[in-house]
């Protein structure tokens, strides 16, 4: 009897250091609201959803608009995708892992026509769901399909003199082929949150292929955009031309540093300046984050709403800072958990979360930032709240 009781005792160590916890401040959180209750819960809208019309009749989901419509899968549902098969790996949920990588079987055959075009870098962030995919299981039509994207995003754009092509409205393409000639991406347009969709996309590809030059295209677009938007305390204006710091855009930025500091090689020329850039930024967020756990819709502005894309997107860069030692985590640690416990709160029965900006252009207004409409359930916010599960668990 004692030998069986030791063996359930050593299987249920086992079980769980497999999914132990990257922060101490996670452990012993309530059922309800542990890392893989939730995750899996934000994992299950995803897969009763069309990804090509997400929000559409999904249970509990309440937005102002839905995006894209049917021709084309907005990048949110991307990243929400990526990042769910990432956590099912993570969580060692194999089931939950073949139901997220068959889901996209259909944009190999029947639907592959509606695959997102590649010419834009709010479209091309589509490649990381294969390039997910190849590194789960190694399909070959995934690596091919991810690299196409990947590759075609520092490719010489298409066109004639004083059009604006390939997607990118910013510029006409004599602009664009000056951004390569200069080592950038053509789709470069100076937003701030092209600094998720590139380094999502080209740190995948590097990891499919160990290829460096992935990375290294990241790495120094990264740099650009930071030298281009950053400001003095470490947060980015939304635009030149709208100097606010809109929680969500500064959550991109927030999100794309660690995430690419994670992969790039020690001897990178760009990492010293990264790194200055991404600790600058976390002490300037840890400054401004609210009693509750929250941030604001604007970040320094105390007015304005909590708003839950942003607060998810801070806590995840909070962990994965820790995680990787760049960060203290007696000094983050306790922000990212209570970011979590405030964000749990806001989650219906169906895992939406609610308070999310919709999407929002930019304009030098303070009234456009307070009266965006907030959803329930909106991709930005539940895929934010999936970069958390899966980090965790990292």
């Known amino acids: 009897m004692k030998l069986k009781i030791s063996i359930l005792i050593v299987v249920f160590m086992c079980t769980s250091c497999a999914t132990q916890l990257a922060l101490k401040d996670f452990k012993n959180l309530p059922k309800e609201i542990s890392v893989e209750a939730i995750g899996n819960r934000v994992a299950e809208q995803l897969l009763a959803s069309d990804p090509l019309d997400y929000g559409n009749n999904l249970p509990g989901y309440q937005a102002p608009l839905t995006y894209e419509k049917g021709k084309a899968m907005n990048y949110s549902v991307v990243s929400l995708w990526v990042t769910a098969i990432e956590f099912s790996r993570r969580s060692h949920n194999k089931q939950l892992e073949k139901r997220l990588i068959d889901f996209f079987e259909p944009f190999y055959g029947d639907r592959k026509a509606l695959c997102n075009r590649d010419n834009h870098v709010d479209y091309s962030i589509f490649g990381a769901i294969p390039l997910e995919i190849y590194l789960m299981n190694g399909d070959k039509r995934a690596l091919e399909m991810g690299l196409r994207y990947?590759?075609?995003?520092?490719?010489?754009?298409?066109?004639?003199?004083?059009?604006?092509?390939?997607?990118?409205?910013?510029?006409?393409?004599?602009?664009?082929?000056?951004?390569?000639?200069?080592?950038?991406?053509?789709?470069?347009?100076?937003?701030?949150?092209?600094?998720?969709?590139?380094?999502?996309?080209?740190?995948?590809?590097?990891?499919?292929?160990?290829?460096?030059?992935?990375?290294?295209?990241?790495?120094?677009?990264?740099?650009?955009?930071?030298?281009?938007?950053?400001?003095?305390?470490?947060?980015?204006?939304?635009?030149?031309?709208?100097?606010?710091?809109?929680?969500?855009?500064?959550?991109?930025?927030?999100?794309?540093?660690?995430?690419?500091?994670?992969?790039?090689?020690?001897?990178?020329?760009?990492?010293?300046?990264?790194?200055?850039?991404?600790?600058?930024?976390?002490?300037?967020?840890?400054?401004?984050?609210?009693?509750?756990?929250?941030?604001?819709?604007?970040?320094?502005?105390?007015?304005?709403?909590?708003?839950?894309?942003?607060?998810?997107?801070?806590?995840?860069?909070?962990?994965?800072?820790?995680?990787?030692?760049?960060?203290?985590?007696?000094?983050?640690?306790?922000?990212?958990?209570?970011?979590?416990?405030?964000?749990?709160?806001?989650?219906?029965?169906?895992g939406n979360i609610a308070e999310v900006c919709i999407g929002t252009g930019q304009k030098n207004s303070r009234e456009h930032y307070l009266n965006r409409p907030r959803s329930n359930g909106d991709p930005h916010g539940q895929m934010a709240m999936m970069w958390l599960c899966s980090t965790l668990l990292r």
Request: overall charge negative; hydrophobic content about 40%.
């Open 150 to 350: 990947a590759d075609h995003q520092w490719e010489d754009p298409v066109g004639e003199p004083g059009k604006k092509v390939g997607g990118n409205g910013n510029f006409p393409i004599e602009r664009q082929r000056e951004y390569l000639a200069d080592g950038y991406t053509p789709q470069t347009r100076l937003w701030i949150d092209d600094m998720y969709m590139i380094t999502v996309l080209q740190t995948q590809a590097y990891r499919a292929t160990g290829d460096r030059k992935y990375i290294d295209r990241a790495a120094r677009e990264m740099k650009m955009y930071m030298d281009a938007l950053q400001k003095e305390n470490g947060l980015f204006y939304h635009a030149p031309t709208a100097p606010y710091f809109w929680g969500r855009g500064n959550g991109w930025m927030a999100a794309g540093l660690p995430m690419l500091l994670s992969y790039l090689p020690k001897d990178s020329e760009y990492r010293p300046a990264l790194m200055e850039s991404y600790l600058k930024m976390m002490k300037t967020l840890l400054k401004y984050q609210r009693e509750n756990g929250m941030w604001g819709q604007v970040i320094d502005d105390a007015e304005f709403w909590d708003e839950s894309s942003c607060t998810a997107m801070f806590a995840y860069a909070f962990i994965e800072g820790v995680r990787s030692g760049l960060l203290d985590e007696a000094t983050y640690g306790p922000a990212a958990r209570k970011a979590w416990v405030a964000l749990c709160g806001m989650l219906d029965e169906h």
